[in-house]
């Protein structure tokens, strides 16, 4: 008998261009639809406008309320002393004080021999600046008030006994009203009042009480 010839293998069939053609259709409609439903997704929530984004991000502004100090009249001693030269002006101002609130003591005179004052100035003890400020801002004066000075003051310590704040009273305020509550603060220098070695001034201020 002749040999079986081996059997030849069939070579793989390409694919027939019918169905390359069908394939890249359904790929093509495929991707068109997933890049619509992408779009859509994306689309779907509306942008927020520029006025809620602003309305989102904004706090209100915190505003501070700033209370100046304020000093109980009653808590502290006023006593006025006379160094204008005109008779009673330290107990007109005296009553006045009185009338707004102030606790005083019996008004007096600087000295004997102490000069005339021309203005009037506002003296404190220890711890009693803002009591003098007070005062100041009542009298209408720009300050600043001072200490009272350890030596050589020209209201003797009998008669300021007990008082925290001393009003050396001046010509610029003698025998005048307190101002108004909405009167304007004017800038007056305190005058500088000093006792004499001794010997009696010709301008010396009255020694009229008050």
């Known amino acids: 008998m002749p040999p079986r010839s081996a059997p030849t293998q069939n070579a793989p069939r390409s694919p027939s261009p019918t169905v390359a053609v069908v394939v890249a259709v359904i790929a093509a409609a495929l991707g ?3 890049l619509k439903q992408v779009s859509d997704d994306s689309s779907s929530g509306s942008p927020s406008s520029p ?3 602003v309305a989102a991000t904004t706090v209100p502004a915190s505003t501070a309320t700033t209370t100046a100090p304020t000093v ?3 808590s502290f001693q ?3 002393a006379n160094a204008s030269g005109v008779g009673g002006a330290a107990g007109k101002m005296t009553t006045d004080l009185q009338a707004r609130g102030y ?3 019996k008004a007096t005179n600087v000295a004997a021999g102490t000069p005339q004052a021309a203005t009037t100035t506002v003296y404190y003890t220890t711890g009693s600046e803002a009591a003098a400020d007070a005062v100041l801002a009542e009298l209408g004066l720009a300050g600043p008030a001072q200490p009272i ?3 050589g003051f020209v209201v003797p310590a009998a008669d300021r006994a007990g008082a925290n704040v001393v009003i050396v009273l001046g010509k610029d305020l003698a025998g005048k009203a307190l101002p108004s509550k909405a009167a304007a603060t004017t800038t007056t220098a305190p005058g500088t009042v000093t006792l ?3 010997g009696t001034s010709p301008n010396s201020a009255s020694t009229t009480a008050g």
């Open 32 to 34: 068109f639809f997933i």
């Open 51 to 53: 006025t809620d984004q």
């Open 72 to 74: 109980d009249k009653a």
């Open 78 to 80: 006023v006593v006025v």
């Open 103 to 105: 606790k005083t003591l």
């Open 149 to 151: 000075p350890a030596t």
């Open 196 to 198: 004499p070695a001794g």
